[in-house]
């Protein structure tokens, strides 16, 4: 049996041991306990003050350089797309920004005319129903067969025909008439499969097809890979046609060969085509332009700042100065 005064033992040691927390509590040690926690959280503060500062000191630089890419823009390309007529084919609606400063870039080197295609999800979302539409575009153009599989690429084959005004990659078939050309820009655009632009009126000689797209969205990747297909077509009935063609993307995927830019930048056949990642930042739009130019020269490559890039940049200056050499 317990002794009784055990449990007056006891509850002395407790009252002993809660007297010792309060005194510690209310004394010294509660004292600097507050000093460290006031201490961290002035640390914190500063910390916080210093890197909103560093952010707006980053993005002021940023700005400063895209300044500075825009005002190289003249001296860079102006006059080099003088006479070329070029189509602009967006895959996607995701980044129209990117869009808009990749025309104005093409417009200051001096094109003639950019029309601007956009691919709407009517051609691209799952389970769209082509094959009405299908068979228009091949009634207009029967002697045509596209190389395509999916409908939506087979539909964009015969809009690249219509824009170039090519009678197709048989060289026995001759260039499309203005009314074949026409009516199939109707068929596709009136069936809302692709909002075009600018005039098209006359064909168009060069290309660049702009996707936007994060190939990486897994919510999104079939969505993705439709656009992706769609865009490999393009890129190779181009090249087949021998029409001067960028590819422009945000990034290039290595590990997973999802985006666009990766599958062609491992596609060594395609000699009138070249690839650019980076088209969201503005120096990816104007090196989009000036590979533009390098390929209408028959220097097609792969530019950017990714690994699987070749080259930074095109180098403009040696063409230019041999143009601008005088004969004899």
Known sequence: MIDFRYHIVSLISVFVALAVGIVLGAGALRGNLGEQLTTQVEHLRTEKDDLRQKLEEQQGQVRALEDFGRALVPSLLDGRLTGHRVALVALDEN????????????????????????????????????????????AVLPGYTPSATSDSAQVSEYLLLALSGRGGTDSALPPMSQTKRQEILELISGDSLAVIDGDAQTPLDSLIIVSTSAFKDAELAQQREREKTVGLSLAKLANQLAVP??????????????????????????????????????????VTVMALVATIEGRADAFGAARTARLRLP????????????VG
């Open 315 to 326: 180098d403009l200056t040696a063409q230019q100065l041999v143009q601008e050499t005088p």
């Open 95 to 138: 980044n129209p920004a990117a869009l808009d400063g990749l025309g104005t870039d093409v417009t200051a080197a001096g094109a003639s005319e950019v029309v601007r295609v956009r691919i709407t999800g009517k051609l691209t979302d799952e389970g769209a129903d082509l094959s009405q539409v299908l068979g228009k575009l091949r």
């Open 245 to 286: 063609t960028v590819v422009a993307g945000p990034e290039v995927d290595t590990q997973t060969q999802l985006s666009l830019l990766a599958s062609l930048r491992g596609d060594g056949s395609l000699r009138h085509v070249s690839t650019v990642d980076g088209i969201l930042r503005q120096d990816g739009q104007i």
